[in-house]
């Protein structure tokens, strides 16, 4: 949707107290002298002044004009650093993914169909809650979380070699929440964060949140190029590194044995903290390497979530990680959420512990395995060539033929009803101008390779 005169306007004033050149306390321009900056009317600037004087962001003094409130502007992450490509960048992928009508095609989006998810055994899940005790349906659950259900974790982190006890792991509202957490315990602003190159594109809006500065690497089909791993940690001294591991999210690409030691090697060396983001974990046929495994725990904290396998309205996450770190990590949930969702982890610990979800998992996975083959060799076919071919997910990283720029396809195909995910939003340093990432369950409108036929040609 193209922003009306008066949106433009707030936008200036925004982006004008977000970079500080209007400080807190300080005197906006005229009304006639923005509107003469800008080319817009007088009342369209009245009228931006007054929605965001509404919104808390300015206030007028009569007779004098409109200042900048003296709290400052809250934090805008899509202000923070230069604007690349605005049009098409991770926020408007994922608000176009989360306000589209329910016709609008996703095949950008991150999630599953409804239909291709355990919607029985939320059913039942959701009538045994229905039963449950009264304190289960109205107290805050421990800052831990259900005990139950992180017992449950750590079998399931035990079969992926991750040794962790109950009182290691800590339930989060979410797998972002979980990496907002350690963020806020491991981060200051102005610390340097590695990223894979291309990465989870909200990786990249938190940590910007975060104040943080991205330092990206290139990432190979077995895990990031370790050379410039190295050359990343000389130059740069970062704090942290976030990846994934098993089903790398945009790419689909597995870490290798030996990728995975010499990245644990350098990240000793280096001091380096690893957040394991393992979120795809359900989704494997077979356990891939977890630097987690290897470590130990001693540098790497593993964070996961269910909203890809169960429900992303059911959120629940969680958080593994060393003994010292989760004391420090209650006190910042209470401080930031006060209490954790008991009925979600209920559920969430109702849906596992029944043996439809394995079964279901088992479906899923053949489901999934089927429709990237067919995928695959439909975008051949119109010349769109997957980077390589996943063990298992959802994603297919693709390279567009003709060197065509994946954003003007992105936009066009939204006036089409298609909501795509073009490279550069997964990418920091912005060298995937003519990739795309399709998420292959989301592809059952033959009207899609069609668009992509035409526009293609």
Request: proline share 7%; aromatic share 8%.
């Given at each position: 949707?193209?922003?009306?005169?008066?949106?433009?306007?707030?936008?200036?004033?925004?982006?004008?107290?977000?970079?500080?050149?209007?400080?807190?306390?300080?005197?906006?321009?005229?009304?006639?002298?923005?509107?003469?900056?800008?080319?817009?009317?007088?009342?369209?600037?009245?009228?931006?002044?007054?929605?965001?004087?509404?919104?808390?962001?300015?206030?007028?003094?009569?007779?004098?004009?409109?200042?900048?409130?003296?709290?400052?502007?809250p934090f805008s992450p899509s202000a923070s650093g230069?604007?690349?490509?605005?049009?098409?960048?991770?926020?408007?992928?994922?608000?176009?993914?989360?306000?589209?009508?329910?016709?609008?095609?996703?095949?950008?989006?991150?999630?599953?169909?409804?239909?291709?998810?355990?919607?029985?055994?939320?059913?039942?899940?959701?009538?045994?809650?229905?039963?449950?005790?009264?304190?289960?349906?109205?107290?805050?659950?421990?800052?831990?979380?259900?005990?139950?259900?992180?017992?449950?974790?750590?079998?399931?982190?035990?079969?992926?070699?991750?040794?962790?006890?109950?009182?290691?792991?800590?339930?989060?509202?979410?797998?972002?929440?979980?990496?907002?957490?350690?963020?806020?315990?491991?981060?200051?602003?102005?610390?340097?964060?590695?990223?894979?190159?291309?990465?989870?594109?909200?990786?990249?809006?938190?940590?910007?949140?975060?104040?943080?500065?991205?330092?990206?690497?290139?990432?190979?089909?077995?895990?990031?190029?370790?050379?410039?791993?190295?050359?990343?940690?000389?130059?740069?001294?970062?704090?942290?590194?976030?990846?994934?591991?098993?089903?790398?999210?945009?790419?689909?690409?597995?870490?290798?044995?030996?990728?995975?030691?010499?990245?644990?090697?350098?990240?000793?060396?280096?001091?380096?903290?690893?957040?394991?983001?393992?979120?795809?974990?359900?989704?494997?046929?077979?356990?891939?390497?977890?630097?987690?495994?290897?470590?130990?725990?001693?540098?790497?904290?593993?964070?996961?979530?269910?909203?890809?396998?169960?429900?992303?309205?059911?959120?629940?996450?969680?958080?593994?990680?060393?003994?010292?770190?989760?004391?420090?990590?209650?006190?910042?949930?209470?401080?930031?959420?006060?209490?954790?969702?008991?009925?979600?982890?209920?559920?969430?610990?109702?849906?596992?512990?029944?043996?439809?979800?394995?079964?279901?998992?088992?479906?899923?996975?053949?489901?999934?395995?089927?429709?990237?083959?067919?995928?695959?060799?439909?975008?051949?076919?119109?010349?769109?060539?997957?980077?390589?071919?996943?063990?298992?997910?959802?994603?297919?990283?693709?390279?567009?033929?003709?060197?065509?720029?994946?954003?003007?396809?992105?936009?066009?195909?939204?006036?089409?009803?298609?909501?795509?995910?073009?490279?550069?939003?997964?990418s920091v340093s912005q060298s995937a101008p003519n990739?795309?990432?399709?998420?292959?369950?989301?592809?059952?409108?033959?009207?899609?390779?069609?668009?992509?036929?035409?526009?293609?040609?």
């Amino acid at each position: 949707m193209t922003a009306t005169r008066t949106e433009m306007v707030m936008a200036t004033i925004r982006r004008r107290i977000a970079g500080r050149s209007l400080a807190p306390g300080a005197k906006l321009p005229s009304l006639r002298a923005l509107a003469a900056s800008l080319g817009v009317s007088v009342s369209t600037v009245v009228e931006a002044y007054d929605r965001l004087a509404a919104e808390g962001l300015v206030h007028s003094r009569p007779g004098s004009g409109f200042y900048v409130a003296q709290q400052g502007a809250p934090f805008s992450p899509s202000a923070s650093g230069p604007r690349l490509d605005r049009a098409v960048d991770p926020f408007w992928v994922s608000r176009q993914s989360l306000e589209s009508a329910e016709g609008v095609s996703k095949p950008g989006c991150g999630w599953l169909p409804p239909d291709w998810l355990p919607n029985d055994g939320i059913r039942k899940g959701l009538r045994a809650l229905a039963r449950a005790p009264a304190v289960s349906l109205a107290e805050y659950a421990s800052p831990l979380g259900s005990p139950p259900l992180r017992q449950l974790l750590a079998k399931r982190l035990a079969d992926r070699a991750i040794d962790c006890p109950p009182d290691q792991i800590m339930l989060t509202e979410s797998g972002t929440q979980a990496m907002d957490l350690l963020c806020r315990l491991l981060l200051e602003p102005g610390d340097a964060v590695l990223v894979d190159d291309p990465c989870y594109f909200n990786f990249q809006a938190l940590l910007r949140a975060h104040r943080a500065k991205l330092v990206s690497v290139p990432y190979a089909p077995s895990g990031p190029d370790v050379d410039l791993f190295e050359k990343a940690l000389t130059e740069h001294r970062p704090r942290l590194y976030i990846t994934n591991s098993a089903i790398h999210n945009p790419t689909g690409a597995t870490l290798s044995p030996v990728t995975a030691h010499k990245v644990l090697k350098l990240a000793e060396r280096a001091g380096l903290t690893i957040i394991e983001d393992d979120l795809f974990a359900d989704f494997e046929r077979s356990p891939a390497p977890r630097l987690a495994a290897f470590d130990g725990l001693e540098r790497v904290v593993t964070i996961g979530s269910f909203s890809k396998t169960i429900s992303a309205s059911v959120r629940c996450g969680f958080i593994a990680s060393k003994p010292g770190w989760i004391e420090q990590l209650i006190d910042l949930k209470i401080a930031t959420a006060f209490g954790g969702g008991r009925l979600n982890a209920d559920l969430v610990l109702n849906v596992l512990g029944d043996g439809g979800y394995r079964k279901h998992m088992e479906g899923l996975r053949t489901r999934l395995a089927a429709a990237m083959s067919t995928v695959a060799s439909r975008l051949r076919q119109i010349g769109i060539e997957p980077w390589l071919m996943p063990q298992a997910g959802m994603f297919l990283w693709c390279r567009l033929p003709h060197d065509a720029d994946a954003a003007d396809l992105a936009r066009a195909a939204m006036a089409k009803g298609f909501v795509l995910a073009p490279g550069n939003v997964f990418s920091v340093s912005q060298s995937a101008p003519n990739f795309m990432r399709f998420n292959v369950s989301q592809m059952a409108d033959e009207g899609l390779f069609d668009f992509l036929r035409q526009a293609l040609r």
